[in-house]
């Protein structure tokens, strides 16, 4: 780690040297590095040399709104980095030099993935509010030398930078915005009467009041399957939804012992797109999968003065709520759902049989109001099983929040306390029996 642990020394003459500059990348001009080969030009500048078993990657992360405290923004990146990405449990020692009004905080130290060693070295420049970041991997300091001499090409031009604007609360991601609707429903936003607003986008319900901002992640199987056994929740989903956004110089972890465990953190930020501060906290609650709640508020007073308690954020989930209109709900949806039990004798251990219970709903609406829907069951008790059905049809309304639908038991019409439900590309259809409210369906469009 001769040269890697204090690359800021090297870089104190950084951007001053060597002419030909035939890399253009977000606020950098320079020369490519000798010998490597460009794996990635677009969320990032990634540049890749392996010679056998020895490697080495040169990572380039865009100019962005950070704190203007150096050592927050390096303690962002180190945590995201060092820590989370790779493992990294000992502080690192650090420098700190000043280069033409760039505060360059460097450290490092040894990472591994898959059982791999190597060292990691993080960067981080500061001048003003604006940050950015060099990283580093190799496992063989014959590679120091051609680090040093690409990082000695770069040079920067801040009128480059493009410094977006908007409120605390914006989550800088185009496809995240009020612009971006989740589609597939009319009545998009909902007034609640408590003051809070509550809009579907492509990832998350933006639920606001004031100053606040709560968003309601979906359900995302694919991020959930991808979380390593060594990570917890917390650490790895703040990672997901936390650190791309938001400068986080310490967050605090719950550490107090209840059941169920409570999955939490949270701590003053800096939004990297305003550059402004404001406070986060993440609760991630398992229903069905991992249901993210992330809370961001001007400072910690209001955000302790909204949810004293970490279990105190799990109420916004019922803000997940939009209104029904006859139009929205023409289609096919369906429910299915069952479970079993096996029974064995207990004192022989012997098997005593089984017993079952599956079930199928499905409401069909059509364009010229009307409807039908069918129920199946099927009951398995030891080696026989007992079918049942009902089938309806009839006339349909809505309004907001309720289904009417004729022609139900004794021919009757049922009133159905409706609502949607974003989740990820798309929604649920709810419908619950007013006159019995632990029947409900919750349903998935299937055309």
């Excluded at 040399?49 to 490697?55: I, M, Q, V």
């Excluded at 319900?205 to 309601?216: C, D, S």
């Excluded at 956004?245 to 719950?254: D, I, L, R, S, T």
């Excluded at 590309?425 to 632990?438: E, H, K, M, R």
Aim: aromatic share 14%; hydrophobic share 35%.
């Amino acid at each position: 780690m001769r040269k890697i642990i204090f690359l800021a020394s090297l870089l104190l003459i950084a951007f001053d040297v060597l002419n030909a500059q035939k890399l253009q990348y977000d606020i950098f001009t320079g020369t490519p590095p000798a010998g490597f080969t460009q794996k990635e030009k677009g969320k990032r500048l990634l540049y890749e040399k392996r010679d056998g078993n020895t490697f080495c990657q040169i990572h380039i992360w865009p100019a962005q709104k950070g704190s203007s405290d150096p050592d927050a923004n390096f303690s962002t990146d180190w945590n995201y980095f060092g820590v989370q990405q790779y493992g990294i449990k000992e502080a690192p020692e650090k420098q700190q030099v000043n280069h033409n009004g760039w505060e360059v905080v460097t450290g490092g130290g040894q990472g591994s993935m898959n059982g791999i060693p190597f060292i990691v070295t993080v960067s981080t420049f500061t001048q003003k509010d604006i940050s950015w970041c060099v990283l580093t991997l190799l496992n063989d300091e014959k590679y120091t030398d051609a680090v040093d001499a690409f990082l000695l090409t770069l040079k920067t031009d801040i009128s480059k930078f493009k410094s977006p604007s908007g409120p605390v609360n914006t989550l800088p991601v185009s496809n995240n915005n009020p612009a971006a609707i989740l589609p597939g429903i009319s009545k998009y936003t909902t007034n609640f009467d408590d003051g809070w607003q509550a809009t579907p986008l492509t990832d998350y319900v933006r639920v606001i009041k004031g100053n606040t901002e709560i968003r309601l992640l979906y359900i995302d199987s694919k991020l959930d399957d991808a979380r390593p056994n060594t990570t917890d929740a917390p650490e790895y989903y703040w990672s997901k939804y936390v650190t791309p956004y938001f400068n986080v110089a310490q967050p605090q972890k719950w550490s107090g012992v209840e059941y169920p465990v409570i999955y939490f953190m949270e701590g003053n930020a800096v939004n990297r797109q305003t550059g402004k501060s404001c406070y986060v906290a993440l609760k991630i609650v398992y229903e069905g999968g991992a249901r993210p709640i992330l809370a961001i508020t001007s400072d910690a007073a209001s955000y302790r003065q909204q949810f004293p308690h970490p279990n105190d954020l799990n109420r916004m989930q019922a803000y997940n709520k939009f209104a029904v209109t006859s139009k929205d709900v023409i289609g096919q949806w369906n429910k299915s759902g069952g479970g079993g039990v096996e029974y064995y004798n207990a004192y022989s251990g012997t098997y005593a049989g089984m017993s079952a219970l599956s079930t199928t709903d499905e409401f069909t609406f059509s364009g010229n109001g009307s409807y039908n829907s069918v129920h199946n069951s099927a009951n398995t008790n030891n080696s026989g099983t007992q079918f049942a059905g009902l089938k309806y049809n009839g006339k349909f309304s809505t309004t907001d929040w309720e289904l009417l639908a004729s022609n139900r038991v004794s021919g009757k019409t049922k009133k159905f306390l409706a609502q949607f439900i974003a989740v990820k590309n798309g929604y649920l259809l709810q419908l619950t029996d007013s006159d019995y409210l632990p029947l409900v369906y919750t349903l998935f469009k299937v055309k």
